[in-house]
């Protein structure tokens, strides 16, 4: 041990008392997505989003008038496709969970079935992320069926972080699952300024952790979020802050050979 440790002694002087120009520090790029939920339902801010020129990650609800249709157009312009998938909150009104939520009196079958339908109602998905879910998320076998669905059909998660006791990055990890959280909201109050201070949060998260996870929706807000996330993009160019898809965070060897990220035009 003793010698072990006096061999390591002249690596350490040399990596520790290099003049500073003399190391290859490679600055850590700063990424950030910007998943825009509810593609499918309304259609405010869809056509902005979509055609824009900001990378967002376009999360899609299943089983609705324009889901298929919504992810086609996605795929054609380059944007990532996510699946939205409707889940049991603690509140709210039924009519917002939209056709085929999961709910917390299905069974692990049913919840996987939902899954399967909602993974062919989205085309090109490669990730899911759950719409509201507060009470859904906290029910474990209710998350293990989708996680395990995910991991069949190698899908990453991202958790929306509705509920503090949200099951989904516990049971991902189990799994093996690439699992990651968002960290802002964007238009939980709708202006575009609100959306621009939220902006600006996602920046401050990312310098601090490196990337960085923001949720904003298309519908009767989308107009504005749109609004508020173009205005914001000099903001990150000045802060070197890279907009990636969803699917651009997870690093690493444990997740490259999970799933394939979306190349543009292929
Ligand atoms: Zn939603």
């Known amino acids: 041990m003793r010698k072990f440790v006096s061999m390591l002694i002249p690596f350490m002087f040399l990596s520790f008392h290099q003049p500073a120009s003399a190391q290859k ?3 850590k790029e700063l990424k950030a997505a910007i998943i825009i939920d509810d593609f ?13 020129e900001i990378p967002i990650t376009a999360a899609v609800m299943p089983f609705t008038e324009h889901s298929t249709e919504h992810a086609k157009w996605a795929h054609k312009y380059g944007i990532e496709v996510m699946i939205h998938l409707s889940m049991e909150p603690k509140r709210g009104k039924r009519s917002w969970l939209g056709p085929r939520p999961i709910t917390n009196d299905l069974s692990a079958a049913e919840v996987k079935q939902i899954v399967r339908d909602a ?20 029910n474990e076998e209710i998350v293990l069926a989708i996680v395990e669905v995910a991991k069949e059909k190698r899908l990453f998660i991202i958790d929306s972080a509705t509920s503090p006791n949200t099951k989904f990055p516990k049971i991902a990890n189990e799994l093996g699952v690439p699992v990651l959280k968002r960290d802002v909201f964007l238009d939980d109050i709708s202006s575009s300024s609100h959306v621009r201070q939220q902006m600006i ?46 699917s651009g965070l997870f690093s690493g060897k444990s997740t490259e050979k999970y799933f394939i990220p979306l190349k543009k035009g292929s």
Do not use: W
Request: overall charge positive; glycine content about 18%; hydrophobic content about 40%.
């Open 40 to 52: 499918g339902g309304g259609t405010g801010g869809v056509r902005d989003f979509l055609e824009g």
């Open 119 to 138: 993974i062919k109602d989205v085309p090109y998905a490669v990730g899911i992320n759950n719409h509201m879910g507060s009470l859904a998320v906290e």
């Open 25 to 27: 520090i490679e600055p």
């Open 201 to 246: 949060r996602l920046a401050k998260v990312t310098e601090i952790k490196g990337s960085g996870i923001a949720i904003g929706h298309v519908g009767i807000t989308g107009k504005v979020c749109s609004i508020g996330v173009f205005q914001s993009m000099d903001e990150f160019k000045r802060r070197h802050i890279k907009i990636v898809p969803a």
